[in-house]
């Protein structure tokens, strides 16, 4: 292949593999050859570009077809090819999949705006592996002997094996007729561990940059996980997700066997339908706290985490304004998988300090600080530790955020868009949204 001329030796069941040595982007196809003694296999019409694959839940799996400006997409797309892995179970790990490369973009309103955009500013040819299935937890999609460093994940599972019916109803879907009714589907894709099995270790070690992440809706369920009912909200709940998400990334990269395999992570958008407390409640049990555990992704190296937090829907789980989170994730691609000298984040916050009655929020990527309509930044809340939250008055100082409030005297920590939808306005040169935190260690 492209001049490349490699060989190996099957083992005793028929395995065998050659690793090609690196080559340059190339969208003219081209043959790869594949022979022995007896037999030769050709395949025709191969690119050589980027390669990544998107997984998740129902928003990763959200079709093309229901955002009206990425459907507009689809007509002036190029080289972008895709492979959406048939969406099943397996008690135990398997090496194949179903499921075909065509040469048309992924059904998926991120993965394909992403390929999109990465296309686009890469000039790349991108092909999309699409694994994904709606209101799966991250447990769905973790390798077994994960069970040995993810304590709640141990507990699932010994609860799965005991659970003889359970396992007795999967094997009786799977053998019986398709489609399976909503009940059946819905079952399955809320297990722990079988969606992996069947649909993420049959791509190992298929060449990526890595994988997009669009996950976290069904460990929102609570704050400290595994509840007792309703049964698929046994999972890590959202103060454990951060760690929980680390080891599945690290655990990823050791099945690849590859340390610069990437994560791209998509923030959890707004969202607060029936929220105690409203929308913008700084400290409502809302998804802000799923959002900081997502936020524990960068302290891993080879990492980002896509910010939405201007974007969502307070009503709809599945909000449409999916297009501003592909050419996000597409930014951080170019910038970490391809070196552009590009800016991918929105201002994070560095440090504060406290100066008398006030408190001077240092944001890095802050260059050009400014608010998208032109006023005063919002939700920012500031306290003292009486724990009690208040609306700070809020003023743009060069690349800073200068905050007080009339009612504390002594402020002593931030809160920035740290609610369920908060209403935000603070953006970089790039117009790209603040990330949401918090100086505080108050408990939930």
């Known amino acids: 292949f492209d001049g490349q001329v490699k060989s190996a030796v099957a083992d005793s069941n028929g395995q065998w593999s050659v690793e090609l040595d ?50 507009a997409l689809v007509s002036v797309a190029k080289n972008i090819r895709s492979f959406e892995v048939k969406r099943t179970v397996a008690f135990e790990e398997v090496k194949e999949c ?81 489609p399976w009714s909503r009940k059946d589907d819905v079952l399955l894709r809320r297990q722990p561990n079988i969606l992996y099995n069947a649909m993420i270790h049959p791509l190992v ?12 809706e069904r460990n929102t369920l609570s704050m400290h996980g595994m509840l007792k009912q309703p049964w698929f909200s046994r999972n890590s709940g959202m103060l454990k997700y951060g760690d929980t998400l680390k080891a599945w990334m690290q655990r990823y990269r050791q099945e690849w066997g590859r340390d610069d395999f990437h994560f791209l992570a998509v923030m959890l958008p707004g969202y607060a339908k029936g929220l105690k407390g409203g929308p913008e409640s700084p400290d409502a ?31 709809d789980i599945h909000p449409k304004d999916k297009l501003p989170i592909g050419q996000r994730l597409a930014l951080s691609a170019a910038r970490d998988t391809l070196g552009q000298d590009i800016e991918a984040d929105g201002p994070m916050m560095q440090r504060v300090e406290v100066q008398g009655t006030q408190l001077v929020v240092y944001f890095d990527y802050a260059a050009g600080l400014k608010t998208i309509d032109s006023v005063a930044p919002t939700a920012f809340w500031i306290a003292d530790d009486s724990e009690t939250w ?31 939808k908060p209403n935000v306005n603070l953006v970089n040169a790039a117009n790209l949204p603040a990330y949401p935190f918090r100086t505080d260690k108050f408990e939930p």
């Open 22 to 71: 690196a080559m340059t982007t190339n969208a003219e196809p081209q043959v790869l050859k594949v022979s022995d003694l007896k037999f030769k296999i050709i395949l025709r019409n191969i690119l050589v570009g980027e390669v990544w694959i998107c997984s998740g839940q129902s928003n990763m799996q959200y079709g093309v077809g229901s955002v009206p400006e990425i459907q």
């Open 98 to 178: 179903e499921g075909e490369w065509l040469e048309q973009h992924p059904n998926s309103a991120v993965a394909f705006s992403f390929a999109y955009f990465l296309q686009e500013v890469g000039d790349v040819p991108v092909g999309i592996i699409l694994a994904a299935w709606g209101s799966s937890s991250i447990e769905a999609w973790m390798p077994r002997d994960m069970t040995e460093t993810v304590p709640h994940f141990k507990t699932m599972m010994d609860e799965f094996d005991a659970g003889t019916e359970t396992r007795e109803r999967i094997d009786f879907i799977l053998e019986g007729k398709k």
């Open 205 to 216: 070690p298929y060449a990526c940059r890595g994988l997009v992440w669009y996950q976290g």
């Open 285 to 315: 049990k809302s998804w802000a706290w799923m959002r900081e555990s997502q936020l524990k992704a960068l302290e891993l190296k080879n990492t980002s985490v896509t910010n939405t937090i201007d974007l969502g829907d307070v009503n």
């Open 390 to 420: 208040v609306k700070a008055e809020a003023k743009l100082q060069g690349n800073t955020v200068v905050l007080s409030a009339s009612e504390l005297t002594k402020p002593l920590y931030v809160r920035y868009a740290f609610a369920g």
